[in-house]
């Protein structure tokens, strides 16, 4: 079996992925072998994809910050009214 994919076989496991993912998660195996069509190769692909994305689970889906809590609050965060602003820049007359 070649490593390479062509942009044919390519396009099918996307396109299947892709339908696959907006099922509930129970329904991802029956759908991708009755949308396959008896391409077992293709049916192999995308369930190693389907796999791989429920072991992610919300892997980036929210934030890191927010996992980790709200950041420290210092002037670099949280900037007060009473820190200068800069000076507006004046145009140079020619």
């Given at each position: 079996m070649s490593s390479v994919l062509s942009a044919d076989l390519w396009r099918?496991?996307?396109s299947l992925l892709d339908?696959?993912?907006?099922?509930p998660p129970e329904r991802w195996e029956?759908?991708?072998a009755e949308a396959s069509?008896?391409?077992?190769?293709?049916q192999r692909r995308v369930g190693e994809l389907l796999?791989?994305?429920?072991?992610?689970?919300?892997?980036l889906e929210e934030p890191?910050?927010?996992l980790l809590g709200e950041p420290p609050?210092?002037?670099?965060?949280?900037p007060s009214p009473e820190m200068?602003?800069?000076?507006?820049?004046r145009r140079a007359s020619l």
């Open positions: 099918r496991i996307s339908a696959a993912l907006d099922l029956r759908f991708v069509n008896g391409d077992v190769d293709l796999d791989a994305a429920s072991r992610a689970g919300s892997f890191a910050m927010r609050r210092t002037p670099a965060h949280d200068p602003r800069p000076a507006p820049r």
